[in-house]
Structures are given as structure tokens and as C-alpha cells.
């Protein structure tokens, strides 16, 4: 065959493998599409200054600060983990949905409800993104959603079921203070007066009692490791947590002259798990803390007795008579009192 006739041929076969590396591309362009979906928000996470959601017996709106950080509307001045706002802020704005349904698909789905499952708003200065949760399609693990346009996308449902948080999702553990147990001089817990030298804790006022050390450390630890569960920002009188009676007042005196006083009330209503818990070192606020908290300081000065230091203490004076008397020994020395 001459090359006159292969020329087409080879002209025809080029063009076969020239559609068939578009096509390749073409493909693999659509399925990098499809993994990475649609965007939902049109402005980047640094951008977004409020957002709003309602769903899940859940409704919030969270503003961004001055200075960055970001506030409850309705609460301006309760402590928020800004790590896990910021990634509540981050999947929001980075949701994206699977595809976006055409007009002749809407009437395959159900009408737009006049209750949603969940509604959400990302606002960017004067720019504001509205996302509606209508329905679920949990055989294909979807939820219809729609944004401020009526415009229709289905977006995966577990994408979706992690954003409505609620408050106490989004609040950040306090501490009572930042002090250690080794900042302690001494510590006060009702009438009991208790005094730190060296890692040891005595009475006050019997320094010879034999004290339970891990009972009174428990204690110290207690104050100065305590996470609060919840703050309070707008208490009522004290008399609604018990705190005009508390159970348990204590006092620890640090070594810079330093104090801190603590009042354990009564157990919260709905959850008696937690306790109310007023602290001098954040005397606005009332603090809601583990329940098991406040049973370290069910203690009494007969509790605390440590037999095991008496027994130790018997235990040494003994040793120090048999080293007084190494030759007859500590029983003989005791049978030569008896004769006496």
C-alpha cells in the first residue's frame, strides 16, 4: 500500500486517539467535580463575620469580634472555644452540596415545606448566604437543600447533621484558678484549718494529728484542678443555687498572700450530676461543676485520722528504743518498765 492511501488511515486513527485523550480528560475533570462538589458559600472562611443557625431544638447566632474572636449574640460574655467555633465556622462555609438539581428533578422531590429541618446564614459584611434543610431522603442519605435563590442541591446528610451545636457544644471549661496545689500555704475548709509545709499538710491547731494526706490534698487538688461545665453570666440572688447556704465553704491562702474562696451550693435541677459553685476570683458569675467535686470536702477531723501514719509513728519509736537498747532489745526494755 502507498502512502498516498495509508495518509488517511493515519489521519483517521490520529484523530481516534486525539477524542479519546479528550475524553479521558474530560472524565477525569468531571470526576474531580463530583469529589470535591459544589460550593455552597461564595466567600472564603476569613471572610465570614456571622453566622446564624436554627435546627435540632438549637438556635444561634454567632457574631465575630473586634479582635477576631468569636461571641454568642444572645450572650455576649460567655467563654466559647474558639478552636471549635472556628471549625463549626469552617465545615459551614466549606459545605458543599453533592449536585444541583435541574427544573424537570424538582417535581420529582417533595414541595418546599413551611417547616425545615434546619436553616442556616453565613453573612460576609453587606453579603449574606441563606441554606434551607428541607427534607431527608435517608435511602440516598441526603437532604434537600435549598439557598436564598430556590435554587435546589442535595448535600450528604452527615455533612449537614454536625453544624446545629448547641451553646454548651461551642463553651469553653474555666478553671477557678491558676494556681497549683504547691502554691498553697494553707486551706481552710469550714471550722478545719489545715497548713502546707513541704508537701505536708497538720491542723492548725493540732499539729500532731495524724492526718490522711491524700483526703487533704484531695481537696486542695479539687479547688485548684476544678473545670467548670457551664458559667452562669446573669445570676439570680444566691438563694436559687443554694449558695446563701452553701454545703461547703473552703478557703486556700496561696504563698504570694493571695485567696481564693469557693462555695459549693445546692445540685443543678435538670441535671443533678453538676453543682452551682460561686467563686471569689469571678464574683459576677456563678459556675456550674461535677456534683463529685463537692464530695471531697464531706470530710470531718475524725475522717481525716490516718491510722496507718499512728501505726507508722508506733512502729518508729519502737525502732528507736530497740536502737537505744541493742542488746536486750525493745521487749526486754519493756519487761524492765513493767518491773519497775
Request: proline fraction near 3%; include cysteine; aromatic fraction near 6%.
Amino acid at each position: 500500500m502507498n502512502r498516498k492511501k495509508m495518509m488517511p488511515l493515519i489521519i483517521l486513527a490520529a484523530g481516534v486517539v486525539l477524542l479519546a485523550l479528550l475524553l479521558a480528560v474530560l472524565t477525569l475533570s468531571q470526576s474531580e467535580s463530583q469529589e470535591q462538589g459544589i460550593a455552597l458559600c461564595s466567600f472564603p472562611v476569613d471572610d465570614v463575620d456571622g453566622i446564624s443557625y436554627s435546627g435540632n431544638n438549637t438556635e444561634i447566632s454567632l457574631l465575630k469580634g473586634s479582635e477576631g474572636d468569636w461571641l454568642l449574640e444572645s450572650d455576649p460574655t460567655l467563654p466559647l472555644d474558639q478552636s471549635v467555633v472556628g471549625a463549626l465556622v469552617e465545615k459551614l462555609a466549606g459545605l458543599t452540596a453533592i449536585r444541583q438539581l435541574q427544573e424537570d428533578e424538582l417535581a420529582e422531590i417533595p414541595a418546599w415545606s413551611d417547616t425545615p429541618l434546619m436553616v442556616f446564614t453565613i453573612t460576609s459584611g453587606d453579603v449574606t448566604r441563606t441554606l434551607t434543610v428541607d427534607r431527608a431522603n435517608d435511602v440516598a442519605d441526603i437532604y434537600y437543600v435549598y439557598d436564598e435563590n430556590s435554587v435546589a442541591y442535595t448535600v450528604t446528610q452527615s455533612d449537614v447533621n454536625v453544624l446545629c451545636k448547641t451553646p454548651k457544644d461551642l463553651y469553653k471549661a474555666q478553671t477557678l484558678t491558676d494556681k497549683t496545689i504547691d502554691d498553697v500555704a494553707s486551706m481552710q475548709v469550714e471550722s478545719l484549718a489545715f497548713v502546707q509545709n513541704d508537701g505536708v499538710w497538720t491542723l492548725a491547731d493540732d499539729a500532731e494529728y495524724p492526718l490522711d494526706q491524700d483526703a487533704v490534698k484531695k481537696m486542695a487538688n479539687t479547688i485548684c484542678g476544678a473545670q467548670t461545665d457551664w458559667t452562669i453570666t446573669s445570676p439570680e440572688t444566691d438563694s436559687t443555687y443554694g449558695l446563701d447556704a452553701p454545703d461547703v465553704t473552703a478557703t486556700l491562702t496561696f504563698t504570694d498572700g493571695s485567696n481564693l474562696t469557693v462555695r459549693f451550693g445546692s445540685l443543678v435541677a435538670d441535671d443533678e450530676t453538676l453543682c452551682y459553685v460561686a467563686s471569689s476570683g469571678a464574683q459576677t458569675v456563678v459556675y456550674e461543676v461535677s456534683a463529685d467535686y463537692k464530695a471531697a470536702f464531706a470530710v470531718t477531723k475524725e475522717t481525716l485520722y490516718d491510722e496507718t501514719a499512728t501505726a507508722e509513728s508506733a512502729e518508729e519509736e519502737e525502732d528507736t528504743i530497740v536502737a537505744e537498747h541493742p542488746v536486750g532489745g525493745k521487749d526486754d526494755y519493756a519487761d524492765v518498765a513493767e518491773q519497775e
